[in-house]
C-alpha cells in the first residue's frame, strides 16, 4: 500500500516548500556557521502557523496528522536541518501534553504553543541515562502543594529557548520504571536553570543544553498524568515523534541528492558532463532509490500512528532508523559526487552530512531502534 498524500497535504507541502527555499535555505549557511538559533525562522514559523500544526484544534491549534507534520518537517529539512527541528522538537516537547494532560493543562498551556509564541522541549536524558532512559537520576519529591525537583538533564534540544518543558522525574525508588512521573515546568519557575550550551558537529543552529533543577518548584497540578506514570508517557511520546525524525532525515537526502544532480549536469570531465558518466549515474540512482524507501516508510509510520495501529513502536522505529541510516549514506555519497567540492564549505553537502549524523542517534540511538523493531518481531 502506497502512502499517498491529500490534495491538502499537497497543498501544504507546496507552501511551506516556498517558505523553505524563499526565506530558509538562503539563512542555512550562516546558521549553521555561527551556530546561532535562527529567531527570525521561529518567527515566519508561527506567524504562518506552521507550529500548530501538533497542538490539537480544540486547544487552538491544527491538530494535523502526524503524516502533514512529517511532510512539512521533510520540506524544511531539505534546506535547513536546524530549522527543522524547532517544529520537530515541540511536537516532541508538545506530544507529553497531549498524550496525558488534564483539560485545564491543555486549556492553560496549549494556546500560546499553538501561536508558536512559546516553544517546547523534551527533557528524558541524563548524563548517566540515556539509552537506558529508566535510570534516571532526577527526582521530584512532593512538598505541600509543591514537587520539589532535583537533578541534570542534558542534550535538550530548544534548551532555553523553549518556554515549556516536559520533565521525567523519579517519584519513588525501587519499582523500576513505575517510579517515573511527567511534569510540565516553566522556564520560569524558581530553580529551573540553563547550564552548558553543548557545541556540535551539526544542527548547530539548535541550542542544545543541560537543564539544571535546583530544588525547582513545580505545582502539583503540573504532573502529567497519575505518578508512575511518566515512563509509559515518554515512550508513547517517542513512538508519535519518531517519524517526524524520519522526517527530517529524509529532507536531509533528498537536498543532498537534488544538489549532487544538479552539480553532476553543470561539472565538466573527461569533456563531458559527469552526469553523463554511468559511474555517477548509478550513485544517483541509488540515492533516489533509498531516498523514496526512506519517504514511503516514514510517510507509512505516520499514517500508522495517526490510525492508532498496535504497530506503532515498531514501525515508528524502523523508519527512523532507516531513513536516519539513509541520510547518512546518501548526504556521503553526495559529498563524493562532488569530490574535493563536497568537502569544502562552501557547498551545502558537508553541511548536510553532518545533519545527517544526529539522526542516527537522537530520539533513540539506531541502536535502540534496533532492538525496539526486535522486540515487535520476536513479539
Ligand atoms: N508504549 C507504551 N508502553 C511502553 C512502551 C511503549 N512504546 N515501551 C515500553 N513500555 C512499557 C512496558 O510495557 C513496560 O511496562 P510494564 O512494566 O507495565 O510491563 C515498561 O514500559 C518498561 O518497558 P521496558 O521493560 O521495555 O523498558 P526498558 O528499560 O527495557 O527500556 C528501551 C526499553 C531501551 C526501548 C527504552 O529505554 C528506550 O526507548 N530507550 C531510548 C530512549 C530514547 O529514545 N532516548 C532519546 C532521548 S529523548 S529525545
Known sequence: MQYELTEEQETLRRSIR??????????????????????????????????????????GG????????????????????????????????????????????????????AAG??????????????????????TAV????HYRLNGTKCF????????????FAMTSHGVGTKGISAFIVEKSFPGFRIGKMEHKMGIRGNPTTEILFEDCLVPR????GKEGEGFRIAMQTLDKARPGIGAQAVGIAQGALDFAASYAKQRIQFKQPLAALPAIQFKLADMAMHTEAARQLVYKAAAMVDKGSKEVSKLSAMAKCFASD???????????????????????LERMMRDAKITQIYEGTNEVQRLVIARGVLG
Open 156 to 167: 535538550i534540544s530548544n534548551g532555553g529557548v523553549a518556554e515549556i518543558y516536559s520533565v
Open 18 to 59: 516556498d517558505l523553505a527555499q524563499g526565506i530558509i535555505a538562503p539563512r542555512a549557511a550562516e546558521i549553521d556557521e555561527k551556530a546561532e538559533f535562527p529567531e527570525d525562522i521561529w518567527e515566519q514559523l508561527a506567524k504562518y502557523g506552521w507550529l500548530s500544526l501538533v497542538i490539537p484544534e480544540e486547544y
Open 142 to 145: 512532593l512538598d505541600g502543594d
Open 62 to 113: 491544527t491538530g494535523a496528522p502526524v503524516l502533514t507534520t512529517c511532510v512539512v518537517i521533510e520540506e524544511i529539512a531539505k534546506v535547513c536541518a536546524s530549522s527543522a527541528l524547532i517544529l520537530a522538537v515541540h511536537s516532541l516537547g508538545s506530544t507529553p501534553i497531549t498524550i496525558a494532560g488534564s483539560h485545564e493543562q491543555k486549556t492553560r498551556y496549549f494556546p500560546r504553543m
Open 221 to 224: 497540578e503540573n504532573l502529567l
Open 117 to 138: 509564541e512559546h516553544l517546547a522541549a523534551f527533557a528524558l536524558t541524563e548524563p548517566g541515562a540515556g539509552s537506558d532512559a529508566s535510570a534516571l537520576g532526577t
Open 326 to 348: 539513509t541520510a547518512m549514506w546518501v548526504t556521503t555519497e553526495a559529498v563524493q559526487v562532488l569530490g574535493g567540492y563536497g568537502y569544502m564549505k562552501e557547498y551545502p
